[in-house]
Structures are given as C-alpha cells and as structure tokens.
C-alpha cells in the first residue's frame, strides 16, 4: 500500500467511525417529534420551585418565540394542514407525513363537483373539478354521461398509488392528477 492509498483509507476509514459514533447522538434527537424550543418548554413543566419554573418558561417562551420568528419553527392549525392535505391530494410527493400531520391523517377520498370534462378520442376523459384540480383517465373504462357543471365527483385512492374517480352514477374509473 502506498502514502497516497493508506491516507485515503485512514480518511475513509475516520469518515466511517465519525458517522458511527455520531449515530447514535442523531437518533436520540431525531427520536423527539417536538422541536427543542418546543421541548424545551415541556420540560419546564418538571420543575417544582416555581420560581424556577417561572423563569424557565419566560426563557423557553422567549426562545420559540424567537425560533417562530426567524422562520425556523411554524405554527399550523389543523385545519390548514387538512386544506393542504386536500389540494395536494393526487399528487406523487416525497414522504411530508411528518410536516402535514400523522399517517393517521392521511386523507384516502375527496368529494368535489365537476366544473367541465372534455373528452379525447383514444385518450379519454380530463375532468376539471371545482376545487381547482385536474385529473385524467388512465384506463379505457367507458363512461356515458353528460359533462355538465356540478355533477357530483368522488375521488379515492386505490392501490399501488393510483385513484378511482367516479363521476355521477357511473362507474369508477382510474384517474390521475395534472
């Protein structure tokens, strides 16, 4: 082995026990679904004396404050986050469980209205809906009706990450966001 190759792998191999041993510091913070500033006041609760207990609130208070401000902390209210589950509803994302609330959550059905529907031979139906959304058949299911405003739409997630829309009285079919 010569210098060059013994210092890439002493580097590498320095690389690998650094991350080793920082892993298990990362887990234990990664493992608390608050953030600090958050935590921070939780555990003031623990605290008997109250004035020291006063004084850690007004710190912790202070500190998410601050957090909230800089734009590291955001505050949501539910009903926000389920508004945002529902426009996004359809979409191919990456995992924001965490940011839009538990898999508990998880939102599998929307009910809307359609706004218009056009048709193209070969291709199929793209509905336009009132809340705002696109979405276009991707099998070769018939369908028969009449594209009118304000019919009713029911949208529910199937399996394998695709949706069935039903539009009225007739039947399911599958469906994907624009």
Same mark, same amino acid.
């Given at each position: 082995?010569?210098?060059?190759?013994?210092?890439?792998?002493?580097?590498?191999?320095?690389?690998?026990?650094?991350?080793?041993?920082?892993?298990?510091?990362?887990?234990?913070?990664?493992?608390?679904?608050?953030?600090?500033?958050?935590?921070?006041?939780?555990?003031?609760?623990?605290?008997?004396?109250?004035?020291?207990? *006063?004084?850690?609130?007004?710190?912790?208070?202070?500190?998410?404050?601050?957090?909230?401000? #800089?734009?590291?902390?955001?505050?949501?209210?539910?009903?926000?986050?389920?508004?945002?589950?529902?426009?996004?509803?359809?979409?191919?994302?990456? @995992?924001?469980?965490?940011? *839009?609330?538990?898999?508990?959550? #998880?939102?599998?059905?929307?009910?809307?209205?359609?706004?218009?529907?056009?048709?193209?031979?070969?291709?199929?139906?793209?509905?336009?809906?009132?809340?705002?959304?696109?979405?276009? #058949?991707? @099998?070769?299911?018939?369908?028969?009706?009449?594209?009118?405003?304000? *019919?009713?739409?029911?949208?529910?997630?199937?399996?394998?990450?695709?949706?069935?829309?039903?539009?009225?009285?007739?039947?399911?079919?599958?469906?994907?966001?624009?």
């Amino acid at each position: 082995m010569n210098a060059v190759t013994g210092k890439i792998f002493a580097l590498i191999w320095a690389m690998g026990a650094t991350s080793i041993l920082a892993a298990p510091c990362y887990a234990s913070q990664a493992s608390s679904s608050q953030a600090q500033p958050v935590q921070r006041l939780f555990e003031c609760r623990a605290l008997a004396e109250g004035t020291a207990r *006063l004084a850690c609130y007004d710190s912790a208070t202070a500190s998410l404050e601050r957090a909230e401000q #800089q734009g590291e902390i955001v505050v949501v209210e539910r009903q926000r986050v389920l508004e945002s589950r529902r426009a996004l509803f359809g979409f191919t994302l990456p @995992d924001v469980s965490t940011l *839009l609330g538990s898999e508990t959550d #998880q939102l599998n059905e929307v009910e809307t209205t359609l706004e218009r529907a056009s048709y193209t031979p070969g291709a199929g139906w793209t509905f336009y809906l009132a809340d705002g959304s696109v979405w276009r #058949q991707i @099998d070769s299911t018939p369908l028969q009706f009449r594209a009118r405003d304000g *019919l009713p739409i029911k949208i529910r997630r199937a399996s394998m990450g695709t949706y069935f829309l039903k539009v009225s009285d007739n039947p399911a079919v599958r469906a994907k966001r624009q």
